[in-house]
């Protein structure tokens, strides 16, 4: 039986969480995830090597991995302040089979091997590159790190060099795929990123395989400040010229308790609201469940991974012609 191939886009915590959650069922999964970042240890590793950002691919490869939990460990071991300045250990692994290899995209796939991880993970570009933001005010900030420190409103981002080539294995990947699977995270930094790299936005566009948006649970401060989920997926539009979002798994409009409400709030956060009449109107399907979310002990909302991860996964078999599976509503 032909293995459904879902395609995961974009980077930080929210696409390790999201591929953790899909690795244990029978699909064919690839991960392309943004090098645009360029803070922590992983700021420090591109700017002295010039090499791709590895943090968030660190983060995917542990995700996908299936070996030793000690090994696990060691890999996203992170040295204590003084202690080889901070940086994790696949950072620096990363950093080291790229110069034993000469290239980054091969040392992701060597340490893939060596992790044992199931399913691909592809760097959008091969290169070096720095996300800059064009602000409404006509303001331009440079470097992803500094983007959400301005607290202006986003009119666009991009890249530079703005000519960069993205890895032939992705843009293979999204036009082999079933489905298309973008975000949840950063929408800017870390979704949009990867459109901005020239080849890998028109491929998403050009596939045939339906695409599907995982809206965040809160607004971003310095990024989507008041933005509802449509907002969220216009932004993607404009970025592309064209609309391209076929469905979006967002979370009902909870009734927060007070104490969550204070606790994002002094963040300048705010719950991404759900209006399905607008959603609609653009011709996208929207997906919802009841308990699509959880609050952690700290009062942090959080995606319920096991469930957001089952509604991917019955969603791209409702769309697939390869299994008959024809569940009576898509309201999980």
């Known amino acids: 039986m032909k293995k459904l191939k879902i395609v995961l886009i974009g980077g930080g915590t929210g696409l390790s969480v999201l591929a953790r959650g899909l690795k244990d069922y029978p699909i064919d999964i690839t991960a392309i995830v943004t090098v645009a970042d360029d803070g922590g240890s992983t700021g420090k590793i591109r700017s002295e090597m010039d090499i791709p950002a590895p943090g968030d691919i660190r983060n995917v490869i542990a995700a996908l991995s299936d070996t030793e939990p000690t090994l696990k460990e ?29 290239d980054f995209g091969h040392a992701v796939k060597e340490l893939s091997k060596i992790l044992n991880i199931k399913g691909r993970v592809i760097p959008s570009t091969n290169s070096s590159i720095r996300l800059n933001a064009e602000m409404e005010d006509g303001e331009i900030v440079y470097g992803e790190s500094n983007i959400p420190k301005r607290q202006k409103t986003i009119k666009r981002v991009f890249i530079e060099p703005a000519d960069v080539q993205p890895m032939e294995e992705a843009v293979e990947a999204l036009e082999d795929a079933d489905l298309i699977v973008l975000g949840p995270g950063s929408l800017y930094t870390s979704v949009i990123s990867n459109l901005c790299v020239p080849g890998i936005g028109e491929a998403i566009v050009d596939s045939a395989a339906p695409k599907v948006y995982v809206s965040n649970v809160m607004t971003q401060h310095g990024e989507t400040d008041h933005f509802d989920v449509m907002d969220h997926i216009q932004a993607m539009h404009n970025h592309m010229k064209t609309n391209f979002i076929d469905y979006v798994i967002c979370c009902e409009n909870h009734q927060y308790s007070k104490d969550i409400l204070e606790n994002y709030h002094k963040e300048q956060a705010e719950p991404v609201t759900y209006h399905k009449e607008s959603i609609e109107a653009a011709g996208i399907e929207p997906i919802t469940a009841q308990d699509l979310v959880h609050v952690s002990s700290k009062n942090r909302v959080r995606h319920n991974t096991t469930r957001l991860a089952r509604m991917i996964y019955e969603l791209a078999l409702d769309l697939t012609s390869t299994i008959q599976f024809n569940p009576k509503n898509r309201k999980f």
Do not use: C, W
Not at 78 to 96: M, P, T
């Open 74 to 102: 060691l890999f996203q071991y992170r040295f204590k302040e003084n202690q080889v300045e901070g940086h994790s250990v696949g950072n620096l692994l990363i950093a080291a089979l790229t110069n034993i290899m000469d």
